[in-house]
């Protein structure tokens, strides 16, 4: 059953501490993205890859990092220099070059920094 | 970049009532335009979308509407039911970039 994988569903960390969230996906999808989803604020991208050891700053990449060693993985890590993590984040994935598809999301992780 | 406006941020309705979501975008070259609705809690999960050569799609109670020349689209749903409650999100742009959202309430 193809689909993306998000791990865990609930994370919690004090704050000053990195924390990194799993995107994992079976689709055979060469781009993958992340978003930030804060009340209010819709979707906010924070990086994209359209190809594995490649990837690009979206619009909120400030105080994360990410890495796209294969083609299935997208972890995003959160570090300390992002004032206001706490968030819902949602990974997503199209297919290769392919600008006029849907996106294909994960459940989600809910990070809670205090 | 791409700036996506969504209206209203909240729209209620009787059960039976249409509504109407609207977004304007700003880069021209956007071609695809999606709309997605989301669950408490859950994933964005797409519900009907639009590409640039067409001007209008429909599916069941669901169409949205698309004016190239005035960079707007919009949702329609007809008949709502109370399942139809929701956020509502557009979307534009070869590098998807999104609305924020419209919370749909439908009272029975």
């Known amino acids: 059953d193809g689909g993306i994988t998000q791990s865990p569903k609930y994370l919690f960390r004090k704050e000053g501490q990195n924390v990194t969230l799993s995107c994992e996906q079976n689709?055979?999808?060469?781009?993958m993205y992340w978003y930030r989803q804060d009340p209010g604020q819709g979707l906010r991208l924070i990086y994209y890859s359209q190809i594995v050891n490649d990837f690009q700053k979206g619009d909120i990449a400030e105080g994360y990092s990410v890495s796209r060693e294969k083609k299935e993985s997208f972890p995003l890590t959160v570090t300390s220099a992002q004032k206001n993590p706490t968030a819902f984040y949602l990974c997503?994935?199209?297919?290769?070059?392919?600008?006029?598809?849907?996106?294909?999301f994960g459940n989600g992780t809910r990070l809670t920094v205090t | 970049g791409e700036n996506v406006e969504q209206h209203p941020s909240t729209l209620s309705v009787q059960e039976g009532d249409s509504a109407v979501i609207k977004c304007t975008y700003s880069d021209s070259a956007s071609n695809y335009f999606p709309w997605y609705k989301q669950e408490l809690g859950k994933r964005p999960q797409l519900i009907i979308d639009i590409r640039s050569n067409v001007g209008e799609k429909k599916d069941q109670r669901i169409a949205v509407t698309l004016n190239k020349t005035a960079k707007h689209f919009s949702l329609h749903i007809t008949e709502t039911q109370p399942e139809d409650s929701a956020v509502y999100f557009c979307a534009a742009s070869r590098i998807p970039t999104f609305g924020r959202g419209t919370s749909l309430i439908v009272h029975p």
């Open positions: 689709l055979n999808h060469d781009a």
């Open positions: 997503a994935s199209t297919p290769a070059g392919s600008y006029n598809s849907p996106l294909h």
